[in-house]
């Protein structure tokens, strides 16, 4: 029986959007345990790459044996065992989790907005990157992550099968805001959407995102769609000034000692 939090939330654009969230950002390797989807990713340890994700709330039978299951496979990876609980999770494997002290962290929000209403009147068309090491080179600087993860986003990136644009605005002789747009039939989703700490608050933000917006509704989108974490103050206000809504939201798990 679902919970009233579960009736609110509307389960089939929940999987609409989930599914393409896992074809937008492509895991190296991907099992299913009964309606888990398991996703684990060599090259890069990103939680969303390397994460067990359930997709049906009445999926809970054997729940000590497929944990253990899991486990081994993460084991085989050497990634801490995790859980990305979205509204499919459902509240029995959710109790289950909390009974074994697993710990709850890194919660986001999916937020969605139809693309009539996301100000794009007057937005300069960009012809998006052909060049992956080039926004791969401009997301590791303005992310100021380890260059050793060059060749795991790169791998990931060059893995999306949907129409994809890379967006990289240029200032002062670098890179300031970069952001991925994937056209997956009338949904545009954004991925990588960030700008350089020190020229925050300049608008370079937002003008990556209406530009990658403009060109996936050029495309034939008609809904934009995107995961922030919940504690981003900055790029929520920027997203609810565009006309994005909440739609649900999601967090990870890990047992205990992880």
């Given at each position: 029986m679902r919970t009233n939090a579960e009736n609110r939330i509307d389960l089939a654009k929940v999987r609409r959007y989930?599914?393409?969230g896992f074809r937008?950002?492509?895991a190296n390797f991907v099992v299913y345990d009964g309606t888990w989807l398991v996703r684990l990713t060599a090259g890069l340890p990103a939680k969303r790459l390397n994460s067990v994700n359930p997709l049906d709330p009445r999926d809970?039978?054997?729940l000590e044996e497929r944990?253990?299951?899991v486990r081994r496979r993460f084991d085989g990876?050497?990634?801490p065992l995790t859980f990305r609980m979205s509204p499919l999770a459902g509240q029995t494997l959710a109790r289950h989790l909390d009974r074994e002290g697993w710990s709850r962290f890194g919660e986001s929000i999916v937020m969605h907005a139809p693309l009539e209403e996301a100000g794009l009147e007057g937005v300069i068309d960009q012809i998006p990157?052909?060049?992956v090491g080039r926004f791969v080179g401009a997301a590791l600087d303005i992310h100021a992550l380890d260059a050793a993860l060059r060749p795991g986003l790169s791998e990931v990136i060059g893995s999306i099968e949907p129409e994809t644009g890379?967006?990289?605005l240029e200032g002062e002789n670098q890179p300031v805001a970069t952001a991925i747009c994937v056209l997956d039939s009338d949904l545009a989703g954004l991925f990588e959407v960030a700008t350089l700490l020190q020229q925050r608050g300049r608008g370079h933000g937002r003008r990556v995102v209406q530009t990658a917006l403009k060109w996936a509704h050029q495309r034939g989108a008609r809904e934009a769609w995107l995961q922030v974490e919940a504690d981003n103050v900055h790029a929520l206000g920027l997203y609810r000034a565009l006309g994005f809504r909440e739609a649900y939201?999601?967090?990870?798990?890990r047992p205990p000692g992880s």
């Amino acid at each position: 029986m679902r919970t009233n939090a579960e009736n609110r939330i509307d389960l089939a654009k929940v999987r609409r959007y989930e599914a393409a969230g896992f074809r937008a950002w492509p895991a190296n390797f991907v099992v299913y345990d009964g309606t888990w989807l398991v996703r684990l990713t060599a090259g890069l340890p990103a939680k969303r790459l390397n994460s067990v994700n359930p997709l049906d709330p009445r999926d809970d039978g054997r729940l000590e044996e497929r944990l253990a299951r899991v486990r081994r496979r993460f084991d085989g990876y050497g990634r801490p065992l995790t859980f990305r609980m979205s509204p499919l999770a459902g509240q029995t494997l959710a109790r289950h989790l909390d009974r074994e002290g697993w710990s709850r962290f890194g919660e986001s929000i999916v937020m969605h907005a139809p693309l009539e209403e996301a100000g794009l009147e007057g937005v300069i068309d960009q012809i998006p990157l052909q060049d992956v090491g080039r926004f791969v080179g401009a997301a590791l600087d303005i992310h100021a992550l380890d260059a050793a993860l060059r060749p795991g986003l790169s791998e990931v990136i060059g893995s999306i099968e949907p129409e994809t644009g890379l967006f990289v605005l240029e200032g002062e002789n670098q890179p300031v805001a970069t952001a991925i747009c994937v056209l997956d039939s009338d949904l545009a989703g954004l991925f990588e959407v960030a700008t350089l700490l020190q020229q925050r608050g300049r608008g370079h933000g937002r003008r990556v995102v209406q530009t990658a917006l403009k060109w996936a509704h050029q495309r034939g989108a008609r809904e934009a769609w995107l995961q922030v974490e919940a504690d981003n103050v900055h790029a929520l206000g920027l997203y609810r000034a565009l006309g994005f809504r909440e739609a649900y939201r999601y967090h990870y798990r890990r047992p205990p000692g992880s």
